[in-house]
């Protein structure tokens, strides 16, 4: 047996889960490798498309988090 489970936007979900400082504003998770924005919380799908770049989301959420990217 086998299931398909489709969540929206997964990795901002789950962020905001485990961080609930973060409900309610907007939150992008990067890719590891090459910086692209992997998925995005719905208050972050207006400013920033999916595949876009830190440079290009940078603007948007502003200072940004470093620390947080490193982990």
């Known amino acids: 047996m086998f299931a398909l489970v489709d969540v929206n936007s997964f990795y901002a979900s789950c962020e905001t889960v485990f961080r609930p400082d973060l409900k309610g504003r907007p939150v992008v998770v990067l ?41």
């Not at 692209?36 to 502003?62: D, M, W």
């Open 31 to 71: 890719s590891n490798n090459d910086g692209c924005v992997i998925a995005r919380s719905a208050e972050a799908k207006g400013l920033v498309t999916n595949g876009g770049t830190l440079f290009q989301a940078e603007r948007y959420f502003s200072p940004p988090r470093y620390c947080d990217l490193q982990q």
